[in-house]
């Protein structure tokens, strides 16, 4: 009998519910948005409701399709947008606000005030991260004391918190399990990620109960059963979770400390595996954990950065320069020049990113002449897509202490051809593109399937994923240098103009 995992990728904009065979490949996938919530500049919310409706939605269009028979789904694989935090009632599983996800600011006098006080040490120590509303500490405690009612839930005994991932578990288990994964649970500035346990000072700092807080599981392995679910038996186990980047770092299947993913989306996410070692970034990079196996006795851990403007730069040439009419018309422009003719685009549009962190940064194109037109600034564009990447990674090299392999791409700007022979010219690499771009789901997949034994391990999972394209460096190692030394001035005066 044929054997599917079915994963749910819950994003920001919407959730994806997909269908994998035992052989690794995607059957099918249906994609639900929900609405965005925006209560006042800076702050964004989603609807815990919409985020469960989305999903119910997915699985029954899904089913709907009849790939495959309900009794046929031998686990479920869930991966999520990471710091987005949310309290429900424990007895009814109502949620008691707005879920505050990861984009929001809402807590950042608070952060700062525990930056003044000296304390962003402390939580870096602990966690691998920087002090900031990013992540979910200082949202759970926002809600703790700003929503109403929420006291007098607490001294009940009636809260739950925790991120996507957790809400999404206790929905498909009616209540049976309240866990959230090591992944995510290291996105929390709560979890100490030497002991994979909640940490008792961070949990005073930030004033959150331990008691309301989710068991910390690992992210193979049975968590719970499918119970009450439409259109799904009783039974289903829930084998797989992860955040989203740290699945698409499993789904490309990143086993071997040095290797390394980059998702092109909005902004850019790399992730690069450093193996046992949890390793504190000299180039203010995060350090996360990437994933544990049931089997294992220690996580995997990963550095992380991440460029804020990637695919959002090609958006504003479309949307406000109005250099193009879709954004992949971007492609065939910038193939129609050579180079960009000493055009430098340092896209700062909100500040500049790892390995940077200048917030105050603005955007600038430096270097035009009477000769330069749109073709020029469309492939300053994509070499500054890539060159923010270079950036990221040689700091990852000198964090890891050695070579990075060839870098793996997902997300929706790698299906541009000559972005991806920029980046792999510019950084020197090989860039290698999967056949399954959907690399969160299957990561998501991959890690349900070790957890009910579809696949053994690592290693069969390495064999079931497959590579599309491969881009060989093809600049000249003098040439390279050239051009990231001009990028590296064109990002110093970014840089002197914010300070």
């Given at each position: 009998?044929?054997?599917?995992?079915?994963?749910?990728?819950?994003?920001?904009?919407?959730?994806?519910?997909?269908?994998?065979?035992?052989?690794?490949?995607?059957?099918?996938?249906?994609?639900?948005?929900?609405?965005?919530?925006?209560?006042?500049?800076?702050?964004?919310?989603?609807?815990?409701?919409?985020?469960?409706?989305?999903?119910?939605?997915?699985?029954?269009?899904?089913?709907?399709?009849?790939?495959?028979?309900?009794?046929?789904?031998?686990?479920?694989?869930?991966?999520?947008?990471?710091?987005?935090?949310?309290?429900?009632?424990?007895?009814?599983?109502?949620?008691?606000?707005?879920?505050?996800?990861?984009?929001?600011?809402?807590?950042?006098?608070?952060?700062?005030?525990?930056?003044?006080?000296?304390?962003?040490?402390?939580?870096r120590g602990k966690t691998g991260l920087l002090l900031d509303p990013y992540f979910s500490a200082s949202k759970y405690r926002w809600l703790l004391q700003q929503v109403p009612g929420v006291k007098r839930l607490l001294r009940a005994g009636q809260v739950l918190?925790?991120?996507?991932?957790?809400?999404?578990?206790?929905?498909?288990?009616?209540?049976?399990?309240?866990?959230?994964?090591?992944?995510?649970?290291?996105?929390?500035?709560?979890?100490?990620?030497?002991?994979?346990?909640?940490?008792?000072?961070?949990?005073?700092?930030?004033?959150?109960?331990?008691?309301?807080?989710?068991?910390?599981?690992?992210?193979?392995?049975?968590?719970?059963?499918?119970?009450?679910?439409?259109?799904?038996?009783?039974?289903?186990?829930?084998?797989?979770?992860?955040?989203?980047?740290?699945?698409?770092?499993?789904?490309?299947?990143?086993?071997?400390?040095?290797?390394?993913?980059?998702?092109?989306?909005?902004?850019?996410?790399?992730?690069?595996?450093?193996?046992?070692?949890?390793?504190?970034?000299?180039?203010?990079?995060?350090?996360?954990?990437?994933?544990?196996?049931?089997?294992?006795?220690?996580?995997?851990y990963a550095l992380e950065g991440g460029a804020f403007i990637c695919g959002a730069a090609v958006q504003w040439l479309r949307d406000e320069l109005q250099l193009i009419n879709n954004a992949a018309d971007i492609e065939e422009l910038a193939a129609s020049v050579?180079?960009?003719?000493?055009?430098?685009?340092?896209?700062?549009?909100?500040?500049?990113?790892?390995?940077?962190?200048?917030?105050?940064?603005?955007?600038?194109?430096?270097?035009?002449?009477?000769?330069?037109?749109?073709?020029?600034?469309?492939?300053?564009?994509?070499?500054?897509?890539?060159?923010?990447?270079?950036?990221?990674?040689?700091?990852?090299?000198?964090?890891?202490?050695?070579?990075?392999?060839?870098?793996?791409?997902?997300?929706?700007?790698?299906?541009?051809?000559?972005?991806?022979?920029?980046?792999?010219?510019?950084?020197?690499?090989?860039?290698?593109?999967?056949?399954?771009?959907?690399?969160?789901?299957?990561?998501?997949?991959?890690?349900?399937?070790?957890?009910?034994?579809?696949?053994?391990?690592?290693?069969?999972?390495?064999?079931?994923?497959?590579?599309?394209?491969?881009?060989?460096?093809?600049?000249?190692?003098?040439?390279?240098?050239?051009?990231?030394?001009?990028?590296?001035?064109?990002?110093?005066?970014?840089?002197?103009?914010?300070?």
């Amino acid at each position: 009998m044929a054997a599917y995992i079915l994963a749910i990728d819950q994003g920001t904009t919407g959730t994806t519910v997909a269908l994998v065979d035992e052989q690794g490949q995607l059957r099918g996938k249906v994609n639900r948005e929900f609405p965005q919530i925006y209560p006042k500049p800076g702050w964004v919310e989603h609807d815990p409701s919409a985020i469960w409706e989305s999903t119910c939605q997915g699985i029954g269009e899904l089913l709907r399709r009849e790939l495959c028979r309900p009794d046929d789904i031998a686990a479920i694989g869930i991966t999520n947008q990471r710091e987005t935090a949310l309290l429900w009632h424990r007895q009814s599983g109502a949620p008691l606000h707005n879920a505050i996800v990861w984009q929001c600011r809402r807590t950042t006098e608070f952060c700062q005030n525990l930056q003044a006080q000296g304390l962003e040490e402390t939580v870096r120590g602990k966690t691998g991260l920087l002090l900031d509303p990013y992540f979910s500490a200082s949202k759970y405690r926002w809600l703790l004391q700003q929503v109403p009612g929420v006291k007098r839930l607490l001294r009940a005994g009636q809260v739950l918190a925790g991120t996507v991932d957790s809400y999404l578990v206790w929905k498909l288990s009616a209540g049976g399990s309240h866990v959230t994964d090591v992944s995510n649970a290291s996105r929390s500035s709560l979890m100490n990620i030497d002991t994979g346990l909640w940490d008792r000072e961070l949990l005073e700092l930030f004033s959150v109960p331990a008691e309301i807080l989710p068991e910390i599981v690992r992210s193979s392995g049975v968590v719970g059963v499918t119970c009450n679910v439409p259109g799904l038996p009783d039974g289903i186990p829930i084998a797989g979770l992860a955040g989203d980047q740290q699945a698409a770092l499993f789904g490309q299947a990143c086993f071997s400390a040095g290797d390394a993913k980059c998702t092109f989306g909005t902004g850019s996410f790399i992730l690069m595996n450093t193996g046992k070692r949890r390793l504190q970034s000299a180039a203010g990079l995060l350090t996360t954990i990437a994933w544990q196996l049931s089997s294992e006795r220690k996580p995997t851990y990963a550095l992380e950065g991440g460029a804020f403007i990637c695919g959002a730069a090609v958006q504003w040439l479309r949307d406000e320069l109005q250099l193009i009419n879709n954004a992949a018309d971007i492609e065939e422009l910038a193939a129609s020049v050579d180079d960009s003719g000493g055009v430098e685009f340092v896209p700062a549009l909100t500040g500049l990113g790892a390995p940077w962190w200048e917030p105050a940064a603005r955007g600038a194109i430096t270097g035009l002449t009477r000769g330069a037109g749109g073709a020029h600034i469309a492939r300053a564009t994509l070499e500054a897509m890539a060159l923010q990447n270079v950036d990221i990674l040689h700091a990852m090299e000198q964090d890891l202490g050695r070579r990075m392999k060839p870098l793996r791409v997902d997300g929706g700007a790698c299906v541009n051809n000559l972005l991806m022979q920029i980046q792999a010219d510019l950084l020197g690499r090989k860039i290698i593109r999967p056949a399954l771009t959907e690399t969160t789901v299957a990561g998501a997949a991959y890690l349900a399937g070790i957890g009910v034994g579809l696949w053994s391990g690592q290693q069969e999972v390495s064999d079931v994923w497959q590579a599309e394209r491969e881009f060989a460096v093809q600049l000249a190692a003098p040439a390279r240098q050239a051009r990231k030394a001009s990028w590296q001035r064109a990002v110093e005066r970014v840089r002197s103009a914010a300070a």
